[in-house]
């Protein structure tokens, strides 16, 4: 094993021995190097003030080279900020901004007794999930998600790392969070010693976020794991964070995650992609919590050489893109009043299914936040029900299983949401005759 992989593994064990006993074998193997390329230019960048022939970037005229027809559009931001490689960590600008917002939407991480890493750079939030299955998740590893999920789970965990998927029904019987469902998951691993937990709130694909108390059940579910013993990779998916239009949790769970108990280690993966409505930028955020400073430190230098042996860095412009939103004065005002069309749509949604117009066809699971809701449609399947959406209405929706209908009132206008759902409610029917 490398020596730096060696001495980063001996500050876990040191510092927090239930982290380093979380890691997979990658995760203990990977380092990121003090000497090298990067460290070299490093160094050259300090100390080179005549000619610094390190940088693998082409520079004219003493900014990199660019061509005008690229910068011509760009041409509010100085080339600095686009075309050279951004660090493996991201921007330190940006990863700065990043925690102060993350601190100001979750005002209990001010009061924590833990401490929380910088926020490192991911492309995107699937990325982040990826260095949490690379550094945590080994062949037969169980990894608990509910029974809706978002369907990259699998390929993230299952396919790349060969973990093994373990579900728990959503929904309890009162249709609220099945707080139960997940501590009987969480303490059959207790032969394992081990799992990792993905909460994603709101939910892909229900847009559902649990109340207060059932987020404290959530919060004693994992607790109680730990207490047996069982060490709890607990990752908070926030993708959709801040979407909450009703009474559910409005901070993550990160926050009460970080300081539960040893045996459980606090991953906040996050991103501007969908918060600041920028899904083609790429740019997300991954955070851990300890009691260490030092295995944070760590902890923040194996996700380094994760990044670095897979796409090296994030891409600059995007980063540089979205610490200027974050900076500039406009930023709250802009993305309330984008909340407040979110806001609509989903109210709006609820008031057309609860008003009566459609029997019991369009039944749906609780939702409150989000970008989504599902139907769950009786005797009839939800994929012919899509594929008769598509044929003859021209409308897309997702089918996820043999009940379940994704519909995405995110991208409709408020104003379409009447024929959307007139048109889903004659589908259902004409479906259900020719069967």
């Known amino acids: 094993m490398n020596p730096l992989a060696q001495q980063l593994n001996e500050t876990l064990q040191q510092e927090n021995p239930a982290v380093y006993n979380m890691l997979s074998s990658l995760g203990k193997a990977i380092y990121f190097p003090k000497e090298g390329i990067l460290s070299q230019s490093a160094e050259a960048k300090a100390k080179a003030n005549k000619y610094n022939a390190t940088i693998?970037?082409?520079?004219?005229?003493?900014?990199?080279?660019?061509?005008?027809?690229?910068?011509?559009?760009?041409?509010?931001?100085?080339?600095?900020d686009l075309y050279e490689y951004a660090p493996p960590a991201g921007k330190p600008e940006l990863r700065s901004a990043w925690r102060e917002k993350m601190v100001k939407d979750n005002p209990s991480l001010a009061s924590i007794k833990a401490e929380f890493s910088n926020p490192i750079v991911t492309n995107a939030l699937t990325h982040g999930l990826s260095i949490v299955a690379d550094l945590f998740a080994d062949n037969g590893d169980a990894v608990i998600i509910p029974d809706k999920n978002w369907e990259n789970y699998e390929l993230t965990f299952g396919i790349r790392r060969n973990a093994n998927i373990v579900e728990y029904p959503l929904y309890n019987d009162e249709l609220r969070f099945n707080s139960e469902g997940l501590k009987k998951a969480l303490?059959?691993?207790?032969?394992?010693?081990?799992?990792?937990?993905?909460?994603?709130?709101?939910?892909?694909?229900t847009g559902y976020?649990?109340?207060?108390?059932?987020?404290?059940?959530?919060?004693?579910?994992?607790?109680?794991?730990?207490e047996e013993g069982i060490k709890v990779v607990a990752v908070t998916d926030?993708?959709?964070?801040?979407?909450?239009f009703e009474d559910s949790m409005q901070e993550s769970l990160f926050g009460k995650l970080a300081d539960l108990h040893d045996n459980v280690l606090a991953v906040k993966v996050d991103g501007a992609t969908k918060e600041e409505y920028v899904w083609g930028f790429r740019v997300g955020f991954i955070t851990y919590a300890s009691s260490s400073k030092a295995a944070l430190a760590a902890l923040e230098q194996k996700t380094m050489g994760v990044i670095r042996s897979t796409i090296s860095s994030g891409p600059h412009p995007s980063q540089t893109f979205v610490l200027h939103a974050l900076k500039s004065p406009e930023f709250e005002q802009q993305?309330?009043?984008?909340?407040?069309i979110m806001k609509k749509r989903a109210n709006t949604v609820k008031d057309l299914l609860d008003s009566g117009r459609y029997g019991d066809t369009l039944?749906?699971?609780?939702?409150?936040?989000?970008?989504?809701m599902c139907l769950k449609l009786s005797h009839v399947s939800a994929d012919a029900v899509r594929k008769h959406l598509l044929d003859e209405y021209g409308i897309g929706t997702i089918a996820l299983g043999e009940t379940d209908l994704r519909v995405a009132f995110?991208?409709?206008?408020?104003?379409?949401?009447?024929?959307?759902?007139?048109s889903i409610y004659k589908a259902v029917q004409e479906v259900s005759q020719q069967a």
């Open 238 to 244: 926030d993708a959709y964070f801040g979407l909450f």
């Open 363 to 372: 039944q749906y699971y609780p939702f409150n936040s989000g970008y989504f």
């Open 335 to 340: 993305k309330a009043e984008k909340f407040e």
């Open 410 to 422: 995110s991208c409709i206008e408020t104003d379409q949401l009447e024929e959307l759902f007139d």
């Open 187 to 205: 303490l059959a691993q207790k032969d394992n010693g081990k799992a990792i937990v993905i909460l994603n709130f709101p939910n892909n694909p």
């Open 56 to 80: 693998g970037i082409a520079t004219e005229d003493g900014v990199p080279m660019h061509l005008k027809v690229i910068q011509d559009t760009l041409s509010a931001y100085h080339p600095k």
């Open 209 to 226: 976020t649990p109340d207060v108390q059932d987020g404290n059940a959530i919060i004693a579910a994992i607790k109680a794991a730990a």
